[in-house]
């Protein structure tokens, strides 16, 4: 078994106010405010530039989500996954952004159980690999918002696993 590090994971994450298990990913604290301020104050021109600075990889910072039950909205970063969830050998996962025309000269950015893990753009894929056994990737624009939906899957050791993203998963 591979013990070695603290390896993220959202999978017990729960609402601090009623214990629901069940969230919506919101994004990065702040995206939101952002995305508004940015695209209010330069347009277009302000989304591209943004886009340019949001390539650092594998960044840890605080997620927003909102309680499928009750309603609340809050920041957290991730939990460390137990020692049972461990895998011996990574999991590969092959990610590819489906080529689109809407957002063509953009870059998203990948989460693997709450930490950004890399940035795509259009028509591109990425390699990333997982020693988690339950998964939760989800996908933000340039500025932090989180499209709708998210994959989850569980993780075999020394596996693959394929995901393909266009705005949605499919």
């Known amino acids: ?13 729960k609402c601090p106010k009623c214990g629901n298990s069940e969230l919506k990913i919101l994004g990065t604290k702040g995206a939101m405010g ?19 600075v949001s390539k650092d990889d594998y960044t840890i910072q605080p997620i927003k989500y909102k309680c499928s039950s ?23 996962i092959h990610f590819t952004r489906l080529s689109s025309f809407v957002g063509i000269a953009v870059s ?9 893990v890399a940035s795509i753009g259009n028509g591109k894929s990425v390699d990333f690999q997982t020693f988690v056994k339950h998964n939760t990737i989800f996908v933000t624009d340039h500025n932090g918002v989180a499209f709708k939906g998210c994959y989850k899957f569980e993780a075999q050791s020394g596996g693959n696993e394929r995901i393909s993203f266009k705005r949605k998963f499919k």
């Open 1 to 13: 078994m591979n013990n070695q590090g603290n390896w993220p994971s959202v999978h017990e994450l």
């Open 70 to 92: 009750c309603g609340k909205k809050f920041d957290t970063l991730p939990l460390n996954a137990n020692p049972e969830e461990i895998l011996d050998a990574p999991c590969t």
């Open 108 to 116: 998203q950015s990948v989460y693997l159980n709450g930490v950004k």
């Open 34 to 52: 952002k995305s508004m301020g940015i695209s209010m104050a330069f347009g277009a021109v302000g989304n591209l530039v943004a886009s340019s």
